[in-house]
């Protein structure tokens, strides 16, 4: 893996810049906060991840390896690719997107071109849990996910099957299908009890 280059920046463009590294100009395919720090003509340094593919070598270049990072765990979600990767943290810095996931904002992820409203949905489904919690203006941490201490049994279902439902499976699957993970689960989290739920149905 190519974890970052350091070079002089040879050409920039609006979503590229090219990097000499030893005589050799490396194509790199930005995010606008990683291109901002590039300037034609001098030393610049970005963090990269490689995507190799049967037919191509792609180069993705970042502002610190925390954008890097996040980078990559967004392709852990379904039907996120690279392209789209780069797309949603050309659109959001990585405390936004931490909130966006953190607080199920999928009207903000839809901002981005190419995420409708049920791609927003699975992109903070799969996501949840997976991206360090967002930390507030004051340091503190926001509260944890899911419903709120003390909740019924019969509380975290309904929001089970209001997920479920928004995910496009009819009401009586998703009706059965929350009624028992939230019988057998031991979790009160209703982000996991989701996921569970999601899990049995495709198995369905």
Known sequence: ??????????????????IDVGGVGM??????????RLHVGETGTVSTSLIVREDSLTLFGFADDDERHLFEQLQTASGVGP????????????????QAVATEDTAALTRVPGIGRKGAQRIVLELAGKLESPVLTDGTLPPAE????????????AQV?????NLGWSAK?????????????????????????LRRLSRA
């Open 1 to 18: 893996m190519i974890a970052f280059l350091t070079g002089r920046v040879a050409a920039r463009g609006a979503g590229s810049a090219v």
């Open 27 to 36: 194509t790199v395919q930005c995010t606008p906060s990683a291109l901002s």
């Open 83 to 98: 392209r789209l990767a780069l797309a949603i943290l050309s659109v959001h810095s990585p405390a936004g997107l931490r």
């Open 146 to 157: 899911g419903a709120p201490a003390g909740a019924s049994d019969a509380a975290r279902r």
């Open 161 to 165: 099957v209001s997920g479920l439902v």
């Open 173 to 197: 699957d998703a009706e059965a299908a929350a009624a028992a993970v939230t019988a057998e689960s031991a979790s009160t989290d209703v982000a996991v009890l989701l996921r569970t739920a």
